[in-house]
């Protein structure tokens, strides 16, 4: 991939990986270069491994081969909570069966500052309230998890990973279950992150997303790097339809990308 | 969209800054209320009881009579203690399981360990002479036994999620020793063995001594110290696993860890009291409803609230009636009258 290798602030090379049991391949000698303070948009259809190469990157699964580097060391090398300081997550739907307050479960962010056992103090308080603020949404603080909205919800996971305050935030879906409203809050916050320097990468089926605010795609199919780089080279009717198995056609409107399906 | 967006927000009203600082104080308030409430009824526990005459032995009287002096240091004591260990030991199980589990109807009695014990103990009356020691060690032997076979069933099942596996195998576990309880009564010699296994089934703290005490109380006192000192990890263990993971946790380790001390704890009361019912899954509701989810809060709560709960029980099992009630039946009666009554004010939440 041609994305200023030197400025990898997360890089993949040639990684493979295969559940054990089952013989086929998730994914295939994927290499991937993701430049600090971008935002970089996995695509392709259901199934293509995007949800495995994100739990690659998160260090729950290990690649069968190829290596994985984290801020210019590898990622095996890092210690749960050092790792946890640098690379945060933000899961598609996060279902919590219990009444939490925003800002506790907020707080559940700082958890990689703590020392085994500790308890979040005020300075921590001080950061998730920090957090909260910077999605908006400082006047729920109080509020009990299971009384916010869907948009909210996804708004306060947002929250609670950058109390983490990573330099990586990877983000499953993030716009997924949104209506048009909320989905626009996310991006909108999303921008923003990334404009303060945080470097996220997102997973989505969905190529306007990306059109919407990435700087980079990466078009996965089976397993395997159809196209990376620059969104104007990868989202192309071309390869988009080919990726798909649909035609695909993409239009300019006011200088942003547009994708429609017949 | 943005700056409308923005603006809005400049429009709401700022909240005002103490009021997370606030429930914070409320919460430590409430723990401390909860802690003196316990003292208190520990030490009128002593008082209550059938000696000299129903209901009440006055201080006076305590300093007077030796005898009264004898009853008190070595019948009401003990049991007083256990009474109260065996609520916090249930509470804090559940608790801690329901939060692993991430279910809120998970109660001590999951996993196959309840069964497990009743079995233990039913087998041990029947076959091994029923001393106590022995009906208490057979009890926890058979606990761990349900707990292990749920646990290997689990990991070979090939079925759903790992949370959902532990679930079925323990029902699957739990039915299996039920069955072999069932099978045990039914051999029981009616006249002399029936009685002793049904109740010790029921659950009850009658002629517990201060030896019974010292058999449960390392388990507990090990189980309850892990508990609270992992009480924060609870909240994190609660997420699904990639996010805990994602936080730095490991929670599969954490999780294991918080078990073991837990069903410890559990079989260590319920081989000395039987089942009893309901305490592991009514007070750890009741403690979130006073103090808020958060399981730094909710955990301490969940403890004080059950050894209150246990204590009150066991204090109207023995003095209500000239024969004792089982507390069993006791715990059951008020706890699943207090569980009607949350769900029916389910509603009436103050919200913010």
New interface residues.
Partial sequence: MNLTPSSGILSVSGLSFRYNGTGQAVLRDLSLEVPAGTITAILGPNGSGKTTLLRLLLGILQPQAGSIRLVGRSLDSYSPRERSRLLGLVPQEEHIPFDFSALEYVLLGRAPYLRPLEIPGEADRQVALEALRAAGLEHLQDRPLPTLSGGERQLVTIARALAQQPRVLLLDEPTAHLDLGNRGRVLDILRRLAAQGITLLLTSHDPGLAAAIAHQAVLLRAGQVVEAGPVEGVLTAERLSATYGVPVQVFQVEGRRVIITN | ??AA??SL?AI?P??PAS??AG?AVAGRRTLFLLGLALLLVLLLSLLAGRYPAPFWLSPTRLWQDPMARQLVLNLRLPRVLTACLLGMALAGCGTVLQ?IF???LVEPGFLGVSQGAAFGAAFSILYLGGAPLLVEGSATFFACVGLALSYLLARRARYGGWILRLVLAGIAVSALFSAGVGMLKYLADPLTQLPGIVFWMLGGLWGVTWSDLLYLLPAVLAGLTVMM?????L??L??????A??????PGRERALLLVAAVAATAAVVSVAGIVGWIGLLIPHLA?RLT???A?KALPASLLLGGLFALVCDDLARTLLAGEIPLGILASLFGAALFLVMMLSKNIRV??
């Fill in positions: 969209m943005t967006d923005s927000q709401r700022p909240p009021l997370a429930r939060m991430r279910n809120p000192l992992m009480r924060w990890r909240n994190l609660s997420l699904n696993d990639e996010t993971f994602s936080l730095g946790a490991a979130r808020g989810a958060g730094e919200q913010r």
